[in-house]
């Protein structure tokens, strides 16, 4: 985790670049790729191959209306998909539950994807995958994903989507925004299962980007977590890396509710013990600037590295609601 100096996204973190369409490379590309995914890009002047179906958005607005929160603004383009919103959990009856339906056939070249989710004030929000996302072999350029969350003042919102699945020949730059009001409240997982068991299908992958900022609204940057792997050019299981595991979890809780030391010994005590038991690696730190706390866990068991991810939800859950984190029967309900 680095903080970096502050500056201000090319895109707006609820809606379109001022004067581009959902269509262009503006509004769906993160302006800035990394070095490490970009050398894959096509030679100048080569076709890209990027068909316009290809272009996958979504975009949705909570609003809170008659006592909970409504879906009150949506627009899919297909490969992304979501569902009707649900109220499954009976201890917080006012939280709107969505699913986003997985991207059949999984990412592949040339793929290009946009989600942005925007809470109102008080609204309460829980957005889930119903598999795994896998990213295919690709023989030129590469995948880009923009996810784009932004909350109002005492909002909640959980975003823990299943695992990425990089598979050999892989190519991806996922970039996540957290835009937070001070009195805003996340819940945000990612996971990497590092490919299939298997002759090069563990760590085959080209390159896996990933980049999580924690922003305020008018653009002030306060964190940054960046994760660079390239199997293809450096050993990405040994010291300060993977130490030779294979699923990469984390859970970020950005919040103004209460100390972000608090929120850091929550998930510290969820997870004292459990590495012990079920061979996972783990540590918790809180933020910079104090906006909130992380939990990063190392394992090879997807079932205990998935284990570990919900204790720390529900530590967080319990801190901050007061009430525990559903199990996955709940969170699945009705889809």
Request: with cysteine; aromatic share 4%; hydrophobic share 35%.
């Given at each position: 985790?680095a903080?970096?100096?502050?500056?201000?996204?090319?895109?707006?973190?609820?809606?379109r670049?001022?004067?581009?369409s959902r269509?262009?490379?503006?509004h769906?590309?993160?302006g800035r790729?990394?070095?490490e995914?970009?050398?894959?890009?096509?030679?100048?002047?080569?076709?890209?191959?990027?068909?316009?179906?290809?272009?996958?958005l979504?975009?949705?607005?909570f609003?809170?209306?008659?006592?909970?929160?409504?879906l009150?603004?949506?627009?899919?383009r297909?490969?992304?998909?979501?569902?009707?919103p649900?109220?499954?959990?009976?201890?917080r009856?006012?939280?709107?539950?969505?699913r986003?339906?997985?991207v059949?056939?999984?990412?592949?070249q040339?793929?290009r994807?946009?989600?942005?989710?925007?809470?109102?004030a008080?609204?309460?929000?829980?957005?889930?995958?119903?598999?795994?996302?896998?990213v295919?072999?690709?023989e030129?350029?590469?995948?880009?994903?923009?996810?784009?969350?932004?909350?109002?003042p005492?909002?909640?919102?959980?975003?823990?989507?299943?695992?990425?699945?990089?598979?050999?020949?892989a190519?991806?730059?996922?970039?996540?925004?957290?835009?937070?009001?001070?009195?805003?409240?996340?819940?945000?997982?990612?996971?990497?299962?590092?490919?299939?068991?298997?002759?090069?299908?563990?760590?085959?992958?080209?390159?896996?980007?990933l980049d999580?900022?924690?922003?305020?609204?008018?653009?002030r940057?306060?964190?940054l977590?960046?994760?660079?792997?390239?199997?293809?050019?450096?050993?990405v299981?040994?010291?300060?890396?993977?130490?030779?595991?294979?699923?990469?979890?984390?859970?970020?809780?950005?919040?103004?509710?209460?100390?972000?030391?608090?929120?850091?010994?929550?998930?510290?005590t969820?997870?004292?013990?459990?590495?012990?038991?079920?061979?996972?690696r783990?540590?918790?730190?809180?933020?910079?600037?104090?906006c909130?706390?992380?939990?990063?866990?190392?394992?090879d068991?997807?079932e205990s590295?998935?284990?570990?991810?919900?204790?720390?939800?529900?530590?967080?859950?319990r801190l901050?609601?007061?009430?525990r984190?559903?199990?996955r029967?709940?969170?699945?309900?009705?889809?």
């Amino acid at each position: 985790m680095a903080l970096v100096t502050d500056d201000i996204p090319e895109a707006s973190a609820t809606g379109r670049t001022r004067g581009a369409s959902r269509l262009s490379a503006t509004h769906h590309t993160p302006g800035r790729i990394p070095p490490e995914v970009a050398r894959h890009a096509p030679a100048p002047g080569a076709a890209t191959g990027e068909p316009a179906n290809r272009i996958g958005l979504l975009e949705m607005g909570f609003e809170r209306q008659s006592g909970r929160t409504e879906l009150v603004r949506r627009y899919s383009r297909m490969p992304l998909r979501i569902g009707r919103p649900q109220y499954p959990d009976p201890l917080r009856p006012q939280m709107a539950f969505v699913r986003l339906a997985p991207v059949a056939g999984g990412l592949v070249q040339e793929d290009r994807q946009r989600i942005d989710v925007c809470c109102g004030a008080d609204t309460e929000a829980h957005l889930s995958t119903g598999a795994a996302t896998e990213v295919r072999a690709m023989e030129r350029g590469y995948a880009t994903r923009l996810v784009n969350l932004s909350a109002g003042p005492d909002a909640y919102l959980e975003y823990l989507p299943d695992p990425l699945v990089p598979l050999p020949g892989a190519r991806l730059y996922q970039r996540t925004v957290i835009t937070a009001d001070p009195a805003a409240t996340f819940v945000v997982g990612e996971t990497v299962a590092a490919g299939r068991p298997g002759p090069g299908g563990r760590h085959g992958y080209d390159v896996l980007g990933l980049d999580l900022e924690v922003r305020r609204p008018h653009g002030r940057l306060l964190a940054l977590d960046a994760v660079r792997l390239c199997p293809d050019r450096h050993d990405v299981s040994g010291p300060g890396m993977l130490s030779g595991h294979t699923q990469l979890a984390s859970l970020y809780v950005v919040t103004g509710r209460s100390p972000a030391a608090e929120v850091a010994d929550a998930l510290h005590t969820a997870l004292d013990g459990l590495g012990q038991r079920s061979g996972l690696r783990y540590g918790v730190s809180v933020l910079p600037h104090d906006c909130g706390a992380w939990l990063r866990v190392l394992g090879d068991d997807a079932e205990s590295v998935a284990a570990a991810r919900h204790a720390g939800w529900d530590a967080a859950r319990r801190l901050l609601t007061g009430s525990r984190a559903p199990d996955r029967a709940t969170r699945t309900a009705g889809r």
